[in-house]
């Protein structure tokens, strides 16, 4: 960690850095909740937790503050875990390992859990500097975040005394963010027969690998691969003029992740063999020249395997496949009212299969309901025509725009006073807990900020070193400006 110590602001940095050594991917952040709240008692801080495990830390005034409006600074506890298939790392057990990298810290192989461990750590960093001056002063930190916003669905009223919400879960350095989409999840489920393979098949792993992948909100735009809709496009393209079978497919590990990788185990007749090498070498140097921009490392392979698996009947195979190549991916709308921002998109980003089932997980995202119904509705369509149950769950508000938000015109009017330029307002296309918290605390004023994060929920995430310098001093700013409490 003596790279990050030698970086500003401190205690910031020496905050985080603690954060990436205690192990807290989604569902567990007890180790890490503990050493808050130890942390918390230590330095005398008011601490408690409520019923689903969020935390409430409280911080008298400043002296000559304590008639300002109180604030609330929020962030959620876990992180989302994702390494590269060559790393070895266990997210229960092991420490994320960050390092600078030029203007940058990221971590070796894995997620950085920047988001939203950054903004937790600035949460805490506020705690700890007594230099800096504030009004009544509250941290919440909520749980699971990531995996389905259980600690903003369990949040309770009247737990939170303060009339201000700053949330820091955002990832753009000058843009202030006033409202986010909403999602659900949608699960598409298919039973599977099967059947011996013929005699004369031989069988082999088919791998789609070398994706960025990325958070399936804020990174949907840049038209990035999915290597679970790669791999069906194949499939639904050769299967049959190849009399191929399918004997398993499996890709992405997170519904609110891009899939970076994927593979099937497929069989086909030995006099076929040669065909299927040369289709894999074109399909690999098609994606190769559609993907360059963006996806300049993508390899599409195929080795030969030994397998127990009966393949699956075609039928089966037939309906699995093409609702995996039919359903929808991807941007399905800008939004007209927040220019140049997505307004519904959905991410195939989960494909399982065992003996018997097969399951399709998409994380569906609008800025507006019917966005949302309309994607699950497509999606219940043609799971009907594959034969699929399916099931939406977890939907979660959209955050909703208030141009006259009192919060977001000081955030707006301290950055301008600070770094001489007009910061962008915005809207974002992912899942903040914001509309959640809306629930219970209808009048709370919110505003989102945050440094400069990219490849969020990939191994490829990072942080910008000096943005998290500016971020700093405008949470710090933000914090004094704020106003006399009516």
């Not at 808050?36 to 801080?45: D, H, T, V």
Request: proline letters at 5%; charged letters at 20%.
């Amino acid at each position: 960690m003596s790279q990050l110590s030698k970086l500003s602001p401190q205690p910031l940095w020496d905050i985080f850095a603690k954060i990436c050594s205690i192990p807290h991917p989604s569902k567990h952040e007890e180790a890490l909740a503990a050493h808050i709240i130890e942390w918390s008692k230590q330095k005398g801080f008011h601490v408690e937790r409520d019923q689903v495990g969020n935390i409430l830390i409280r911080k008298p005034a400043t002296a000559g503050y304590e008639n300002r409006k109180a604030v609330v600074l929020q962030a959620h506890l876990d992180m989302v875990p994702q390494k590269n298939n060559d790393t070895v790392h266990d997210f229960t057990k092991d420490p994320i390992r960050p390092y600078v990298n030029g203007e940058w810290v990221t971590a070796e192989g894995t997620t950085l859990g920047a988001d939203n461990g950054i903004g937790m750590a600035s949460a805490l960093a506020v705690l700890a500097d007594d230099t800096v001056e504030h009004g009544p002063l509250e941290v919440l930190l909520t749980m699971t975040e990531e995996t389905g916003m259980d600690g903003a669905f369990g949040l309770q009223p009247n737990w939170l005394q303060a009339d201000i919400l700053i949330n820091t879960d955002s990832e753009e350095e000058g843009e202030i963010y006033m409202g986010c989409a909403g999602g659900v999840d949608f699960t598409a489920t298919f039973d599977l027969t099967r059947e011996a393979l013929p005699q004369d098949y031989k069988t082999f792993t088919l791998t789609l690998k070398g994706l960025k992948g990325g958070h399936s909100g804020g990174d949907v735009h840049l038209g990035l691969g999915n290597a679970n809709k790669l791999l069906a496009r194949f499939l639904a393209g050769h299967a049959e003029d190849l009399g191929l079978k399918l004997l398993e497919l499996t890709g992405g590990t997170l519904r609110n992740a891009i899939p970076r990788e994927g593979h099937a185990i497929v069989a086909v007749p030995a006099d076929k063999v040669d065909e299927l090498t040369a289709l894999r070498a074109r399909y690999e140097a098609i994606l190769q020249n559609e993907l360059a921009a963006v996806e300049p490392n993508v390899v599409f392979l195929l080795d030969e395997t030994k397998t127990e698996l009966k393949a699956i009947t075609d039928d089966c195979q037939k309906r699995f496949v093409f609702f995996l190549n039919a359903a929808p991916n991807g941007v399905i709308r800008m939004s007209d009212v927040a220019k140049g921002v997505v307004e519904t998109s959905l991410n195939e980003g989960v494909v399982t299969m065992t003996v018997d089932k097969a399951e399709v997980i998409f994380l569906v995202r609008s800025l507006i309901d019917s966005g949302k119904n309309y994607v699950v509705n497509m999606l219940t369509s043609i799971s009907k025509l594959a034969q699929a149950k399916c099931k939406a769950q977890g939907s979660y508000p959209g955050w909703q725009p208030d141009a006259n938000s009192p919060v977001m015109h000081i955030v707006s009017a301290t950055y301008q006073k600070l770094f001489g330029k007009t910061p962008n307002i915005m809207v974002i296309h992912a899942g903040l807990e914001c509309g959640l918290f809306k629930k219970p605390y209808p009048l709370m004023d919110m505003v989102s900020i945050g440094p400069t994060i990219r490849g969020a929920h990939s191994p490829d995430e990072r942080v910008h070193i000096e943005s998290v310098g500016q971020y700093w001093t405008l949470l710090t700013a933000i914090l004094k400006d704020i106003p006399v409490k009516n």
